[in-house]
């Protein structure tokens, strides 16, 4: 394992290809979710913490179901089951064994389930990780990192949007403005701001 390469997934899924802000995946959660950073925090936890043993799972299941079985074309389908059932996993154990957390959690885990993120980060590291001739289990050690910094990255960009639209609320905008209008002028400006990392040679 390289560690110039973990240093090149990192800086490249935090901020050259930020999967909100580049790649334009999970908008549903980025609008909804951001107008408390408590909230957009939250969310981004979980997503980290779905991403990763999501990205293990599906690894899991692509290099030792599908391929051996010849049916890697059925790979999308199966990934979109794995993830449901693991969120679904995820909540029943929460809500039985801590209340609480389940709680303070609230929507946001079930919100996960249709984030087309998590899907995005399985489907990009098979097809990065997973050529022929390279290392099965190398492939799955870089999954799990990719996923866990594509999830840092998720949460970076929640907390800065929370950020932002907790401040104008205190600003002057107009009433055809408030809201969802002025949300997406700032998601447009961010976006606009984290392509300017795409200059980066690594």
């Given at each position: 394992?390289e560690?110039?390469?973990?240093?090149?997934i990192?800086?490249?899924?935090?901020f050259?290809?930020?999967?909100?802000l580049s790649?334009f995946?999970?908008?549903?959660?980025f609008l909804?979710?951001?107008?408390?950073?408590q909230?957009?925090f939250?969310m981004g936890?979980a997503?980290?913490f779905?991403m990763?043993?999501?990205?293990l799972l599906t690894?899991?299941?692509?290099?030792?179901?599908?391929?051996p079985?010849?049916?890697?074309?059925?790979?999308?389908?199966?990934?979109?089951?794995?993830i449901?059932?693991?969120?679904?996993l995820?909540e029943?154990?929460?809500r039985?064994k801590?209340?609480?957390?389940?709680?303070?959690?609230?929507?946001?885990?079930?919100?996960?389930?249709?984030?087309?993120?998590?899907?995005?980060?399985?489907?990009?590291?098979?097809?990065?990780?997973f050529?022929p001739?390279?290392?099965?289990?190398?492939g799955?050690?870089?999954?799990?990192?990719?996923?866990?910094?594509?999830g840092i990255g998720?949460c970076?960009a929640l907390?800065?949007m929370?950020g932002i639209?907790e401040?104008?609320?205190?600003?002057?905008?107009?009433i055809?403005?408030?809201g969802?209008?002025?949300?997406f002028?700032?998601?447009?400006i961010?976006?606009l701001?984290?392509?300017?990392?795409?200059?980066f040679?690594l």
């Amino acid at each position: 394992m390289e560690i110039s390469r973990i240093i090149s997934i990192a800086i490249s899924m935090v901020f050259i290809n930020n999967f909100i802000l580049s790649k334009f995946l999970g908008l549903c959660p980025f609008l909804g979710v951001s107008r408390r950073t408590q909230a957009a925090f939250s969310m981004g936890i979980a997503v980290i913490f779905v991403m990763v043993f999501s990205a293990l799972l599906t690894s899991l299941i692509y290099a030792f179901v599908l391929v051996p079985l010849n049916i890697v074309y059925l790979r999308t389908i199966f990934f979109i089951l794995i993830i449901a059932a693991f969120v679904q996993l995820i909540e029943m154990v929460i809500r039985k064994k801590s209340p609480a957390l389940y709680k303070a959690l609230g929507i946001y885990l079930p919100l996960i389930t249709t984030n087309c993120a998590v899907l995005g980060v399985a489907i990009l590291n098979i097809n990065e990780f997973f050529v022929p001739g390279a290392p099965v289990y190398a492939g799955i050690l870089y999954s799990i990192i990719q996923a866990f910094f594509a999830g840092i990255g998720f949460c970076v960009a929640l907390l800065l949007m929370s950020g932002i639209r907790e401040r104008l609320e205190f600003t002057d905008t107009p009433i055809s403005m408030k809201g969802i209008p002025v949300a997406f002028i700032v998601a447009a400006i961010m976006s606009l701001a984290f392509m300017g990392f795409s200059g980066f040679k690594l």
